[in-house]
């Protein structure tokens, strides 16, 4: 079994996250991706959001793919939702099985800021994907990554789609060249707020959640 994990503030979810985890469920020939709607990021200092809105718009987005399937793993853990004790967990859960976790460039970087980052990359592989307007020779200033900075460039310039190095603590990093899908949840809720359509950003479903819940109507 290959499981890829796929973990965010989903706020809310939209075609560019469900095309970036079909591109890598695809690729990696994983089982199945669990989303995982995070209830309070750590990094966030104030959620105006409910976050059941968010769980419930991503538990919509996934129910027309069957490799797909929503985890409430961070719903039900009181506190601060930390990405360390959400992979021990499913580890325990899913014993003996191959996790991935998938990030986009920009949450890889940010990890040394995260909850006991050491630990964390000691325990699970990483598929790292595309995301503007980060490079991936960008990846080139995190600490725990140690590649030519050619390697990385031929994956911006699309000469390469993956290329697959390893961390000092053993864990592997496999950066994956994707498409890209110029839609951000920020931009999303900007033009709900702003009146405009956001017809074929998102599922239908969640645009009709958006708008039965007036969700974004003021800023989030």
Excluded: C
Aim: hydrophobic share 40%; net charge neutral; charged share 25%.
């Amino acid at each position: 079994m290959k499981i890829g994990i796929f973990g965010g503030t989903f706020n809310p979810i939209h075609y560019g996250h469900l095309r970036a985890a079909e591109e890598v469920r695809e690729r990696f020939e994983l089982n199945k991706i669990i989303f995982i709607p995070s209830k309070s990021p750590p990094l966030k200092t104030q959620e105006l959001l409910d976050p059941a809105h968010k769980y419930k718009m991503t538990e919509l987005a996934l129910s027309a793919n069957g490799f797909f399937e929503i985890s409430d793993i961070e719903f039900k853990r009181p506190g601060k939702s930390y990405s360390v004790h959400t992979i021990e967990e499913l580890q325990s859960i899913y014993h003996g099985t191959n996790l991935y976790f998938i990030l986009g460039i920009d949450s890889f970087l940010e990890i040394p800021t995260w909850w006991q980052p050491e630990r964390l990359i000691s325990l699970v592989d990483f598929i790292v994907i595309s995301r503007p307007p980060f490079k991936f020779v960008d990846l080139l200033s995190s600490p725990y990554m140690n590649v030519p900075k050619n390697d990385l460039a031929k994956l911006d310039k699309t000469e390469l789609k993956l290329y697959t190095t390893t961390l000092k603590s053993g864990r592997a990093v496999i950066a994956f060249s994707i498409p890209l899908i110029d839609i951000s949840a920020t931009e999303i809720r900007r033009r709900v707020r702003e009146g405009k359509s956001i017809k074929y950003l998102l599922p239908e479903s969640i645009e009709s959640y958006i708008i039965a819940n007036k969700l974004y109507v003021r800023d989030e």
